[in-house]
């Protein structure tokens, strides 16, 4: 173990079991068990920053020095991606569902690469065991109007698949609408086809316990009411903390069912770690040795070049909509804040997180 005297330790922020503690001198991350107080690792972030979060199943810090934002992976002690923020990255905090710092230009990171909403269905527990009851709530749900409740068409867009359309290797692909057709777009809810998969699978009357938190409270009420329709015998934990809530879901491996958002993937293989079989955070505990290998396959191709591997993405994005471990509701399309002092913005379409900082100027 270092000398924390000449690490400089500086911020410090508790999550995972553990207590992480930003390094100013040698530009790490610290992190130490927080019942025994035991050095764990020591993460080489590379960050200058003051600023330290948790939440979305990652660890977040801030580089003052190169203005971005650094997602560490608290199931491996290493950093997963870096995404610019704008000049001056000082403070990172995470709530309502999204990662905000505070700069000179930027005040929220927007999450529109990644789906924001999506109820994980425990594929180990009845009746999300059997995949008929899987498929039948994705035909079942209106995500039209579940981006209603969300705020709208100008936060939201309905999807049925992982993989985002601001992301490399999207290529839409929607079974579960009345109408499917080459378009790949959903349409409407198909009911009927629901009520008869429900029928197939011999589950109806079952008890369901849906988890929400406030960001998707009211989507959390109207999965329920779908259910009751559908003949389950449904309820609803609505807990008033994000914090508890996660702290909550992630030990207890028996939930059914609970409504998270995933953010702050860049790249198609990003938007498949979720369900990892080794994955911490896999909440749908959904678990395909062979999937994980492509998608290792995939992450690597990309790592040289974010384009490659497009053909292997949609492949792996068409596998998990018919696996339905999840229901994807929609896509975010989150407002960047910027200084009343800047112009010339653009925003960055392949990313989706930021905006090219290279082209704005200040007064």
Not at 1 to 30: E, K, L
Not at 103 to 124: F, I, K, Q, V
Not at 335 to 358: E, P, W
Request: proline share 6%; charged share 20%; aromatic share 10%.
């Amino acid at each position: 173990m270092r000398d924390p005297r000449r690490q400089r330790p500086d911020r410090r922020h508790v999550g995972f079991g553990s207590i992480w503690v930003t390094n100013f001198a040698d530009r790490t991350v610290s992190r130490v068990d927080a019942d025994t107080g035991t050095w764990l690792a020591t993460i080489r972030t590379g960050a200058v920053g003051r600023g330290i979060a948790v939440g979305a199943g990652s660890v977040w810090v801030t580089d003052e020095a190169t203005g971005t934002l650094v997602q560490v992976d608290p199931t491996t002690n290493r950093v997963m991606h870096r995404a610019p923020v704008g000049n001056g990255a000082a403070s990172v905090v995470y709530g309502d569902g999204a990662v905000w710092v505070a700069n000179e230009l930027l005040h929220r990171l927007r999450s529109g690469s990644a789906d924001a909403g999506r109820p994980c269905l425990n594929t180990r527990r009845p009746p999300f065991d059997n995949l008929r009851v899987r498929r039948a709530l994705n035909y079942a749900v209106d995500r039209r109007k579940m981006v209603e409740l969300h705020g709208g068409a100008a936060v939201a867009q309905p999807t049925c698949q992982a993989v985002p359309p601001t992301v490399p290797g999207h290529r839409s692909y929607c079974p579960y609408t009345v109408d499917p057709d080459r378009s790949g777009e959903w349409h409407a809810p198909d009911f009927a086809k629901a009520r008869a998969l429900v029928a197939a699978s011999h589950t109806r009357g079952m008890r369901i316990e849906v988890w929400t938190f406030p960001f998707f409270s009211k989507e959390g009420h109207y999965l329920v009411s779908l259910l009751r329709r559908l003949g389950y015998r449904a309820q609803l934990v609505d807990f008033r903390l994000v914090k508890s809530y996660f702290t909550k879901l992630d030990r207890t491996p028996t939930v059914q069912a609970g409504l998270v958002g995933w953010f702050g993937g860049r790249l198609a293989a990003d938007t498949f770690t979720p369900l990892g079989c080794d994955f911490a955070q896999n909440w749908a505990h959904f678990c395909d040795r062979r999937f994980d290998r492509e998608v290792r396959r995939l992450a690597a191709e990309q790592a040289a070049d974010p384009t490659a591997g497009a053909a292997l993405a949609a492949r792996l994005d068409r596998q998990i909509v018919d696996q339905a471990p999840g229901v994807p509701l929609f896509t975010p399309r989150f407002a960047d804040l910027t200084s009343a002092r800047v112009g010339n913005y653009q925003a960055n379409t392949y990313a989706a997180s930021s905006v090219l900082i290279d082209q704005l100027w200040v007064r």
